[in-house]
Each structure stands twice: as structure tokens, then as C-alpha cells.
């Protein structure tokens, strides 16, 4: 598992030198709560799959305020760490942004 210890490294890389801590935490959060989304259509649901669908690769930088490139980067790097935490707690807004976008399947987070 990638402890907090190991983030640094695993964001590495100069198109995240001004991500806000914010929008990690968000990401992080989101993807997790979105792991019966994200593994809708695979056979096995204990692994985390390579890359995201690509509706949620488009959802979540508009909700996150983070780039395209930065979607595709975090997800692989932090997938396996995102696929073992608990279920997350949200705020208010953060649900609202998953009503005001909902998921492609037609399942709300």
C-alpha cells in the first residue's frame, strides 16, 4: 500500500508542482468513492484497472479543476492506495457536484 510518505514520489513530475493539495484530496476521494462505477464492467473488482473510463477521465478534472494529463497520471499512481482506502465522507458540495453531473450508468454515488 502507498503510504502518505510515498505520494511525494509518486507525484514526481513538474506538471504537478502547483496542484492544490485540495484538489489531491478531492481526487483521491472521488475515485474511491467511484469504485463500484470504476469497476463496473471488469470481472474482477480487487484490482484496480490500469486506466480510468473515459467519462470519468472528463468528469472528474471539470469537477477537480485539474487538467486531462493530470487525471491520467494520478490514477495510475495512486490507484492501488486509492483502491484499499474506506469508503470517504463528503461535504455538501461535494455531492453536489456529483448531482449536478451524475455517472454515466445511471448509478449516484
Not at 21 to 28: E, G, N
Not at 57 to 69: Q, Y
Not at 84 to 106: A, C, I, M, R, V
Amino acid at each position: 500500500m502507498l503510504s502518505l510518505h510515498s505520494i511525494p514520489s509518486a507525484l514526481d513530475s513538474p506538471q504537478y508542482s502547483d496542484l492544490p493539495l485540495l484538489a489531491l484530496d478531492r481526487f483521491i476521494r472521488f475515485t474511491r468513492h467511484l469504485k463500484m462505477e470504476i469497476c463496473f464492467d471488469l470481472e474482477d473488482c480487487d484490482t484496480p484497472p490500469p486506466h480510468l473510463h473515459i467519462y470519468l477521465s472528463e468528469f472528474l478534472p471539470n469537477e477537480l479543476e485539474l487538467t486531462l494529463s493530470m487525471v491520467a497520471g494520478l490514477w495510475p499512481s495512486l490507484r492501488k492506495y486509492i483502491w484499499l482506502l474506506p469508503q470517504p465522507h463528503f461535504s455538501e458540495e461535494e455531492y453536489f457536484l456529483f448531482d449536478k453531473h451524475g455517472s454515466k450508468n445511471g448509478k449516484t454515488p
